[in-house]
């Protein structure tokens, strides 16, 4: 992993603390930094004085949801550019194609499989030059 030892900087937007800490637990084990936010809220306020390379957002949140606080993001030219990788907690039909939509460049499903967060965690991370 001497690839990630500059760990790149990554915002957690999670309301639930337990799969929180276990994302965190994941990112960091990898190298990553990690910034978490419970909230879209929080996340909004993290981001007016940070610049992660990535942004792993819960689509069920309290308040303004992922999709909604994706949107806003790729509204906003300060925040267009990060690559976002969409969690949801109940895979419906059509879920994939509406975090799409929204903006996400990716899409994972709770429970989280190790390796499938962590290789889509590499792959976004990877691909941000060309976005
Ligand atoms: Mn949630």
Request: neutral net charge; proline residues 5%.
């Amino acid at each position: 992993m001497g690839a990630r030892m500059a760990g790149e900087k990554i915002l957690l937007v999670e309301d639930n603390p337990v799969n929180r800490r276990l994302a965190v637990f994941l990112l960091r084990s990898q190298g990553y930094q990690v910034l978490e936010a419970a909230t879209a809220q929080e996340a909004f306020a993290i981001l007016a004085s940070e610049g992660p390379h990535l942004i792993v957002m819960d689509i069920q949140l309290p308040g303004m949801d992922g999709l909604e606080a994706t949107k806003k993001l790729k509204e906003q030219p300060g925040t267009a550019h990060i690559p976002v990788l969409a969690v949801t907690s109940y895979a419906m039909k059509g879920d994939r194609e509406k975090a799409l939509a929204a903006g996400c460049a990716g899409y994972i499903t709770k429970p989280i499989d190790k390796n499938t967060f962590i290789q889509e965690v590499a792959a976004l991370l990877g691909n941000k030059s060309r976005i």
